[in-house]
């Protein structure tokens, strides 16, 4: 993982991220730990350089964006994370997601369903030193039944519902984070598995995320 030091000219700019995001209601330190070491501008296209430290959502191409970091610290707190556990997330996209959950798990495995994109995230996750991950092209909905249960799953596009392919690949105590609604707005969720079996679902936050496409997701 590159490291903050004496040459790394974007140290200030993370660190005032980390503020940013704090007053944004964040207070998990593993989470702000994380934001103040990912380089994010290894994970925005170049022409964007310029806004990687802003907490602002940017298009990543193919109808994709990266989200705000308040967004996804939100999303990674909501997982309560120790740094133990194996987790799913659906949606790599530009990956910066994914190198602040490798900071906060042990282990991520990354369904991307834009292979183009996937292909970008892997490098970008080298170039920042990230090896704890794999990033698997395919459709997320479907999850990836090769490395269940998932101690946490998170799923980074709004979804109608929850794919009951996750349900089924997470563990007994996890936790599963996603965007439900419709297109346009969703209610980030925290879903839980009762002891009975029933899947009990708690509100986050409002939330705006691309669609979540695959067979479980929205149709194109």
């Known amino acids: 993982m590159t490291r903050s030091g004496p040459g790394d000219s974007y140290a200030g ?23 103040g070491e990912v380089p994010r501008h290894l994970f925005v296209p170049p022409a964007l350089l310029r806004s990687a430290y802003e907490d602002t959502s940017l298009p990543i191409g193919s109808g994709q964006t990266i989200s705000q970091p308040s967004t996804h610290a939100r999303a990674i707190a909501a997982l309560r994370l120790t740094g133990h556990e ?3 997330e659906v949606g790599t996209g530009s990956g910066y997601q994914t190198a602040l959950l490798a900071l906060c798990a042990m282990t991520v495995f990354s369904v991307e369903r834009v292979p183009e994109l996937a292909t970008a995230a892997r490098s970008a996750l080298a ?9 698997l092209v395919g459709d997320g909905t479907l999850g990836w039944r090769a490395y269940e249960p998932y101690d946490a799953i998170l799923v980074s596009a709004g979804s109608p519902d929850v794919p009951a392919p996750l349900i089924a690949q997470l563990a ?28 009990v679902r708690r509100p986050v936050a409002d939330a705006t995320f691309v669609p979540l496409k695959g067979t479980h997701g929205f149709h194109a």
Request: cysteine-free; aromatic content about 2%.
């Open 13 to 35: 700019y993370r660190a005032n991220l980390v503020e940013s995001v704090r007053r944004k209601g964040v207070e998990d330190l593993a989470v702000l730990r994380a934001i």
């Open 127 to 135: 170039k920042a030193g990230i090896g704890n991950v794999s990033v």
């Open 172 to 199: 007994p105590d996890g936790r599963l984070v996603i965007p439900i609604g419709n297109r346009q707005a969703q209610t980030l969720t925290l879903v839980t598995i009762a002891a009975d079996g029933a899947v």
């Open 86 to 88: 194996k987790v799913l």
